[in-house]
């Protein structure tokens, strides 16, 4: 059992993804933040699916930045910590939609990936203006703007929630990355000093 969720930790992730929109699309009635929980999970399906598959390649490129040699099967397991991540991001908001605090560290994640992902093309030396998932990564940017700008606007949160937010994400996704490091045998700590190596070529 747990050799299938290894190896189909993606496809798995997909699975329940798709019930939870299928979910909310039976209840019907849903609030705005509810909605724009939804857009996220599409837009996180898009973006395991072309950083992984199609295209594809992200993984191969974190991997030949750490210098490690990454097979099928390692990359298909490095699914499981990320589907964790995205499912409480996603669910935690969709649940407790009328505290709108709880849907930041999602919407922050949002912007994060967009970041990261023109980043990536500085970083690797892609020699197109494209990275693997940065198609679906910018639109989750311009998501997380749009969402932004309804709760600014409406004054619905405070600075002060902003910031936790974006601390409950980044704490969050440096739990994920160090699982996956310590999943393929490296020191998290050394990631940062390839990272600067890489940057310096």
Request: glycine share 6%; with cysteine.
């Amino acid at each position: 059992m747990i050799k299938v969720i290894k190896y189909y930790a993606l496809e798995i992730y997909t699975v329940i993804s798709m019930l939870i929109l299928v979910i909310a699309g039976i209840m019907g009635d849903l609030s705005i933040i509810q909605k724009f929980v939804i857009v996220y999970i599409f837009l996180f399906i898009l973006h395991e699916w072309e950083e992984m598959k199609y295209p594809g390649g992200f993984a191969d490129l974190i991997a030949k930045m750490i210098g490690v040699d990454i097979n099928d099967e390692m990359k298909r397991a490095s699914r499981i910590p990320t589907s964790i991540l995205l499912l409480t991001f996603t669910i935690t908001p969709f649940v407790l939609h009328n505290h709108p605090i709880a849907i930041l560290p999602l919407a922050f994640l949002g912007l994060f990936e967009g970041f990261v992902h023109i980043f990536a093309i500085k970083l690797f030396k892609c020699p197109k203006c494209y990275s693997p998932g940065f198609v679906t990564a910018e639109i989750q940017a311009v998501v997380t703007i749009i969402l932004f700008t309804y709760l600014i606007k409406n004054h619905i949160l405070s600075g002060t929630d902003y910031l936790i937010g974006a601390l409950i994400m980044c704490a969050c996704f440096v739990i994920m990355q160090k699982t996956i490091t310590m999943m393929i045998g490296y020191k998290y700590s050394d990631v940062f000093k390839n990272i600067k190596k890489q940057w310096q070529k």
